[in-house]
């Protein structure tokens, strides 16, 4: 009777132990690592983007070892906490190219100019729309822009520029491509 009452209590207890997160471990596009320093001490941050078809991405972004960020990409991605190093800011970029028939980039021409102007869109050498990224002041008009559009023109995203800044420096800033 001893035995079993020890064996369940011992069974209970290891139900407790937490095993390390690997939910990023395969995850597409994955994980990208920087390391900086700020005020002379060493700052390695991980950030990790997973996208999972046909809902939003997950997010987990480390700085020594704190998680700064957990989230999803339902809305723009952009956080802000305090952590033992100082204020802490990052987030994310959409990566766009407009595309039409045949997966080919849309004339620049083709596009509302408030659409153009807003994103800051730009024309390559044959006059298409070049990809362009999708930040606060673009995600404005956006939507309502592409409205009238749809059908004709397919937003695609290429990939996220993500960025995290301990106090005022810049402690990781790079590009997830999918």
Known sequence: ??????????LSLAGCVSSPDTSFTQATPGCKSASADVNGKPVATQFC??????KPSQYRVTVNDQVLFTGTDYERVAFTKTIKEGPAK?????????????????????????????CRITADANGKSQAFSKDAACDKVFYTALTPLLGKVIPVEMARQCSVSVGEQKVFDQRFDF
């Open 49 to 54: 983007i997973k996208t999972i078809a046909f």
């Open 1 to 10: 009777m001893k035995r079993m009452l020890f064996s369940a209590c011992l």
């Open 90 to 118: 990052g987030g994310c970029d959409e990566l766009i190219e407009l595309q039409g028939s045949g997966s080919k980039a849309v004339a620049l021409s083709e596009l509302p100019t408030d659409l153009v102007a807003s």
